[in-house]
């Protein structure tokens, strides 16, 4: 199974693919998307939309996992993060492929096995993980990696092959 992470943002979106397969990973391709803070928001999120896009028709997840958002002090930031993140999910349905969203207490269970470590733990053990030979960077792209290797362990991607895809009945999205 391909699993695409990402970690969302405006001005860096990280993302990670890894293949997991027998309870074992492999990074195929991981990165970030950077756009730049003078730019209109909405050339930002064309910017991401684009490069996303490509990163989808390059990986060919199965799934994609994303982190949901957190709202800390900045609700401002807040908001253009969850317009970038809404353009991730768009892009990701537009081209068939499932999301799956994890809060960040969960990735941090998932990789380092509790709920409230350190970033630094966080990207210690995704680095061991993948077996690289050093931490991906920016953060963003190693949060990203850990996020997909969230989904892996979690029972939702054991699930994937039975996934239904939504489809809208009179206005509202069910399952199949």
């Known amino acids: ?17 890894v293949e997991y397969s027998g309870s074992r990973f492999r990074p195929l391709a991981f990165g970030a998307i950077r756009t730049e ?13 684009d490069a996303h896009r490509q990163i989808l028709l390059r990986c060919r997840p199965d799934a994609m996992a994303i982190e949901e958002l957190f709202f800390n002090s900045n609700i401002t930031t807040g908001i253009v993060v969850a317009e970038a993140r809404g353009v991730l999910l768009l892009c990701a349905r537009q081209s068939g492929v499932p999301v799956f969203e994890y809060t960040p ?11 409230k470590a350190e ?6 053990m995704t680095t061991a993980l993948l077996g690289l030979k050093e931490p991906p960077k ?8 850990a996020i997909a290797i969230c989904h892996a362990h979690s029972g939702a991607s054991a699930l994937g ?3 239904n895809k939504p489809t809208a009945i009179g206005g509202i999205a069910k399952k199949e």
């Open 37 to 49: 803070a003078g730019l209109p928001v909405e050339e930002r999120l064309a910017q991401i939309h």
């Open 138 to 145: 920016p953060d963003d792209t190693a949060d990203a990696l």
């Open 119 to 124: 970033k630094r733990q966080v990207i210690a």
């Open 1 to 17: 199974m391909v699993i695409l992470g990402i970690d969302p943002g405006l001005a860096i979106v990280g993302w990670g693919a």
């Open 105 to 115: 207490m969960q990735v941090k269970s998932a990789v380092v096995g509790y709920g």
């Open 161 to 163: 092959k039975y996934y």
